[in-house]
């Protein structure tokens, strides 16, 4: 049995915000431009792409380029997907809210493969530039904790020193100093679940598996003051 977690006492919820017909929808709709965005052939099994990548026509940094892996005036995810999450979470958490968007898209497509170091190193958002967010990720492909984001429970509660770490990731953005140190908390989700988590919850985007790639649909909702 899958366990309840709680935003406010956990620092992230898992959700079942959409309906199936309107996820499958959503499934089908970002594997179509995930496909085409990095330059695969059409039907590729995503969940292998750790496999076969090598053989796309775009070059991984620029397939995974801030300004092809958001989506720009989409009305599919603008007009249907987006307002959809948006009425549920103002409504479960009173918060006032609005999309946020750096310039690039409202929302994004994200793929980590297992055993390549894909993922960020373990951080919040209030860390970073968006601050004061609601995040939402949706799975599209790899719905077992081991393609799994990772969350520190009940970190949102507590503080944090960060570091800048010098490597592929490097940004001025902070990062969980000693990260290894702490145990996280990885997910099972059924097709159609919303995972939720607090601008303040550690969160690591690292998977622990080994057979699948991880593709997962991204949105970011600000905290109107």
Known sequence: MRIDYSLAASGFAIHRILDLSTYDKLRRTVVEEVLKRIGAKEGQDLSRYHIWYSNCSVERNIAFAPSNRHFKNNDFFDEEIIPIIKEFLEGRYKYKLEIWDEGYGRSAFRMIRPGFNDGYPASCKAWGPAGQVLSVTIPIVGFT???????????????????????????????????????FTYLDNCEGDSIVFHWKTMHTEQIIGRETTRVSYEMRFKLII
């Open 145 to 183: 904790r081991f393609e799994s984001p990772g969350f520190l429970i009940g970190s949102h509660l507590k503080d944090y020193e960060g570091e800048i770490l010098r490597n592929k990731f490097q940004h001025d953005e902070l990062r969980l100093i000693d990260s290894h140190k702490y145990t």
